[in-house]
């Protein structure tokens, strides 16, 4: 079968069934993971700290 690649967009014209699609390799697909993760923890993480200290330090 044939597929493209989300991470590389290399194309494999004869993919093997059992492959780790849609990715070529499972470095991409570990690569594509990681970016989803990266991207979940940005949106739900905090404002940053830092911002809350140099308030103190303006009004003290
Ligand atoms: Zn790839």
Not at 8 to 17: L, R
Not at 35 to 58: F, H, M, Q, T, V
Request: charged share 30%; glycine share 4%.
């Amino acid at each position: 079968m044939r597929i493209t690649c989300p991470i590389c967009k290399t194309v494999i014209e004869d993919a093997p069934e059992d492959g780790p699609h849609p990715f070529c390799s499972q470095r991409c697909k570990l690569a594509d993971l990681h970016n989803w993760l990266s991207d979940a923890y940005r949106i739900s993480s905090p404002l940053d700290p830092g911002e809350l200290e140099d308030d103190e330090l303006k009004l003290s």
